[in-house]
């Protein structure tokens, strides 16, 4: 386009770029606002007893200053042992079956068959198993059902990512290993590891949140004292929507910092599958 054409065109709004953290910022500009009037007028009267459930964000900011940081360290502390221990649980068992399979691929069937299973089945249904089993922790210690439902939420997609990483070695060189006598052991350890590590990295970042979220599903059934869940059921208990909100928006913050920091690892392990230099 010649320099007379561009001047005459009118400037659109494919012209105009904005940096990532402009667009996001404005975004959240917009949905707090939007927020803000929607609670301020139409779900003003909204909720039990006349009871405002949805809060404006001022609302929210008051009460986080009213209950004070260290009500948030004690219950999240708890809750984020729980989710921390059964995200190594899960992606543990996954990282090892997933090179299993490898090593013996007639269990493939059988290994993909359990993380459907795990899947597949409600987990409410296995929380309320595990907590009619497991014994009832001490005060403030991690409760068993939430370990047990943080880990089967990461399950699932860390053996279906690592399968698929696995897979994804450069043929000639696994025949490479092969003609020079290598075991699929050795294809393992020199090749598959390698080509697998961004989809897996994908599927422990993904890991995080899920976690995170099944540690708070857990802390929902018998024995759960301190925690993210008995928080948000003592808030909603006592009316009190504005600390409600502020855990479900403290939940959600937590989980999206583990979630960049297992992306910076990932970075920084594979920095090939994001664009950076090997």
């Known amino acids: 386009m010649t320099t007379e054409a561009r001047r005459g065109r009118s400037i659109q709004w494919e012209d105009v770029r904005l940096p990532a953290w402009v667009s996001g910022l404005i975004g959240a500009v917009g949905i707090v606002l939007v927020w803000w009037i929607l609670a301020a007028t139409v779900f003003s009267s909204v909720g039990p007893g006349g009871v405002q459930a949805i809060p404006t964000p001022l609302q929210v900011v008051v009460e986080y200053a009213e209950t004070g940081v260290d009500y948030y360290v004690r219950n999240f502390s708890v809750t984020l042992a729980e989710a921390g221990i059964g995200y190594l649980w899960g992606n543990g068992l996954a990282l090892a079956l997933s090179a299993l399979v490898l090593v013996v691929p007639r269990l493939e069937g059988m290994v993909m068959q359990v993380a459907i299973i795990t899947y597949c089945v409600p987990i409410v249904a296995i929380g309320l198993?595990?907590?009619?089993?497991?014994?009832?922790?001490?005060?403030?210690?991690?409760?068993?059902?939430?370990?047990?439902?943080?880990?089967?939420?990461?399950?699932?997609?860390?053996?279906?990512?690592?399968?698929?990483?696995?897979?994804?070695?450069?043929?000639?060189?696994?025949?490479?290993?092969?003609?020079?006598?290598?075991s699929r052991f050795t294809q393992l350890r020199l090749v598959r590891v390698i080509a697998a590590l961004p989809a897996t990295l994908n599927a422990l970042q993904i890991a995080v949140p899920a976690a995170f979220l099944g540690a708070v599903l857990g802390e929902f059934f018998r024995g759960a004292t301190l925690g993210v869940g008995p928080g948000m059921i003592a808030a909603q208990q006592g009316l009190n929507a504005a600390r409600v909100w502020d855990i479900a928006l403290a939940s959600g913050a937590v989980a999206l910092v583990g979630y960049a920091l297992v992306g910076l690892v990932a970075r920084a392990a594979a920095p090939w599958s994001k664009g950076g230099v090997r």
Do not use: E
Request: net charge neutral; charged share 5%; glycine share 12%.
């Open 129 to 182: 198993l595990i907590s009619a089993i497991a014994p009832v922790p001490g005060a403030g210690q991690p409760l068993p059902t939430a370990i047990a439902l943080a880990a089967l939420s990461c399950f699932f997609t860390t053996v279906v990512g690592t399968l698929l990483g696995l897979k994804a070695a450069d043929k000639a060189t696994l025949d490479l290993i092969t003609v020079y006598g290598g």
